[in-house]
């Protein structure tokens, strides 16, 4: 490492990529506590990448007039999680224009209704399980997702069927950040999800299926770009994938909600007082303290300056979301679980709590599912909460910081599954 007068810090070992394996969630954190500056340059795969946290980093990163996201997502990345040429790669008036399309599918009657189908989802399970010796969470999360999901979508998918899609869904997340056979499982699921959703697609234009309108599936499928043209078949597959896949991935955030509440039972009589405060920042402290995602990319859109730091343009940038989720200067003992820290916090900047990305969501890239996500963690820690009982047998509960993404190790196996 060394510093030039411009007061950046070089981290330039040729195995910065490596360290990014070996680190994962901590890798950017590491070297900002470490120099003790919010940003420092290095080498991954074979360029120069600009790391940066904290809440003033993640203002200048969401700036659309000094970042752009064309070119910073690495095609692996595309061709596994995000789809080719996805909302997630625009910029301008045509990202604008399609994350309204996003937007007008995840208003509070939306959320509330994937949150109502989520809670009926768990009730039926319940049934199923009770003559199981033991259920894995994150496993049957994904299978009620990805139910609640195309029933809310108007996607027609057979019980058959559910088991392999929600696990195809899956391993589209899980392939972020992979190398190997966790990335090509994931290719895989994406081009065989994008053959499934196409045909739908297909069929309803051309009236074979019917569709009601104001579904996701309705929306995208007659969705039409700035220029009055309608997006071809595969990429109205990608973005209806777009709203299938994150809603099956909040399995994740639903898996640690119940860690939360195995590792802070005090939290659990609080929550059973049905105060739905309470249940707001359980919530929310479950989205900051747990790892979810680690960083998110840009490409510097011009030459500017920031920090005494000259950016080039095309310059590859991260920023550190789980290192500011974590950082000091914004949560008081930030590594400790503690949902009474967002009584006081109002949300009131776009920038400091950024589990999902920073920003406004109606103009940027912050997750236009945000409200979906904290409705179904609601009902879904509700129903752990109120609606069962369950023992938590002997396994292993740890999770690896260096994988990404992560998930408790055995999934948070239940036993013992029975209605209150």
Request: with cysteine; proline share 4%.
């Amino acid at each position: 490492m060394r510093t030039d007068d411009n007061q950046i810090s070089y981290d330039r070992n040729l195995n910065n990529s490596i360290a990014l394996m070996q680190e994962g969630y901590l890798f950017i954190k590491n070297r900002v506590d470490l120099y003790q500056s919010d940003l420092f340059e290095g080498r991954i795969m074979g360029q120069n990448v600009i790391c940066m946290s904290g809440k003033e980093a993640a203002e200048v990163f969401y700036d659309s007039e000094l970042f752009q996201r064309h070119g910073a997502a690495p095609k692996r990345v595309q061709k596994t999680l995000f789809g080719v040429n996805a909302i997630q790669t625009m910029d301008g008036d045509a990202h604008i224009h399609r994350k309204l399309l996003f937007m007008s599918l995840m208003t509070p009657p939306y959320q509330q209704r994937i949150a109502d189908l989520t809670m009926e989802q768990w009730e039926a399970a319940v049934s199923k399980w009770k003559d199981a010796k033991k259920i894995v969470l994150f496993d049957e999360a994904s299978e009620i997702l990805c139910r609640a999901a195309c029933q809310w979508a108007g996607v027609p998918l057979q019980e058959s069927e559910v088991k392999e899609c929600a696990k195809d869904f899956s391993a589209m997340v899980d392939a972020f950040g992979a190398v190997g056979p966790r990335h090509w499982k994931g290719r895989r699921a994406r081009t065989k999800a994008e053959e499934w959703i196409k045909g739908v697609i297909k069929k309803v234009r051309a009236g074979k299926l019917e569709a009601e309108e104001g579904s996701a599936l309705y929306t995208i499928a007659f969705h039409r770009e700035l220029d009055g043209s309608q997006l071809n078949t595969k990429m109205a597959a990608i973005e209806l994938i777009n709203v299938l896949r994150p809603i099956v991935a909040i399995a994740t955030f639903i898996t640690f909600t119940a860690l939360a509440l195995y590792e802070h039972p005090e939290c659990k009589e609080k929550l059973k007082s049905g105060d739905k405060d309470y249940f707001d920042m359980f919530v929310q402290e479950v989205r900051r303290y747990y790892p979810f995602g680690p960083f998110v990319g840009a490409r510097a859109r011009k030459n500017f300056s920031w920090k005494q730091y000259e950016f080039k343009k095309e310059t590859l940038v991260l920023l550190d979301m789980y290192g500011t989720n974590h950082d000091l200067r914004i949560w008081e003992n930030p590594n400790e679980f503690r949902p009474e820290r967002f009584k006081e916090w109002k949300g009131s900047s776009l920038f400091d709590f950024i589990p999902q990305g920073g920003g406004d969501p109606a103009k940027g890239h912050r997750c236009p599912g945000e409200g979906i996500t904290i409705e179904v963690m609601k009902a879904s820690l509700d129903f752990l909460v109120n609606k069962i009982e369950f023992e938590v047998p002997d396994q292993d509960l740890s999770y690896n910081l260096v994988r990404m993404p992560t998930l408790p190790k055995d999934g948070f196996v239940m036993s013992n599954v029975r209605r209150t």
